[in-house]
């Protein structure tokens, strides 16, 4: 039992790896030789006039992963299928977010979850990741804003017409972010997060089958 369960787990491992298009050693080795970088940047709203200062922008998630080619196909298709189905787009952020865990889930699969690197801008919208093992990575960042739709403004015959149809309660749009970045020992890259850089805005509804207000 305990031989059939190490095979399961080690044919379960060799999976993950062949679904990677990326060589984790090469991260790791340079990692344990100390051929390692930073990448640093802030998230940046315009301001309000043309003339006033740009804003520091919170709640920003950044996620830093070795570069991928597959994985970066698979968000090529999610944002080219949003743009021309109106499904895809009200789900795409929640197929952005699955494609980013799946990669992760390889990664973790492989024995290197390590490369996985996650944080938050601060306050100022700073944010800043030390000791990134030398190579080519790609700087995943969102920003969910949630606004929320008032189903009292239905009708009566409206909310007849829907009752047993899923109601949209409101809607999460994210802003993403994406940028490839290579890191070289010693050295530190800088990242700027703007409006007029988004990758996309993807959007997440929600709804519930109760169409009563």
């Not at 740009?54 to 070795?66: A, C, F, H, R």
């Not at 994985?71 to 494609?99: M, N, P, Q, Y």
């Not at 979850?113 to 093992?133: K, M, N, S």
């Not at 530190?188 to 997060?193: A, M, Q, S, Y």
């Amino acid at each position: 039992m305990a031989r059939a369960l190490l095979l399961a787990l080690f044919v379960a491992a060799t999976a993950f790896a062949a679904a990677l298009d990326i060589r984790t050693e090469d991260y790791r080795d340079n990692a344990t030789q100390g051929a390692v970088g930073a990448v640093t940047g802030r998230a940046l709203a315009e301001g309000l006039r043309p003339t006033a200062p740009e804003q520091p922008v919170t709640d920003v998630g950044i996620t830093l992963v070795p570069r991928s080619e597959a994985f970066l196909t698979r968000l090529g298709e999610i944002r080219k299928r949003a743009r021309g189905d109106l499904h895809a787009f009200r789900t795409s952020a929640g197929a952005i977010v699955e494609a980013r865990r799946a990669y992760e889930r390889a990664l973790s699969g492989a024995g290197a979850a390590d490369l996985v690197r996650f944080t938050v801008v601060d306050p100022e919208g700073r944010f800043d990741v030390q000791a990134v093992p030398a190579g080519a990575w790609l700087l995943l960042a969102q920003r969910a804003v949630y606004t929320r739709k008032d189903s009292s403004q239905l009708s009566k015959r409206q909310r007849q017409l829907f009752e047993r149809q899923p109601r949209l309660t409101g809607y999460y749009a994210v802003t993403i972010w994406l940028q490839e970045l290579t890191v070289s020992p010693g050295s530190l890259e800088v990242v700027e997060l703007t409006d007029r850089n988004a990758w996309m805005t993807a959007i997440q509804e929600e709804r519930v089958l109760d169409a009563s207000p």
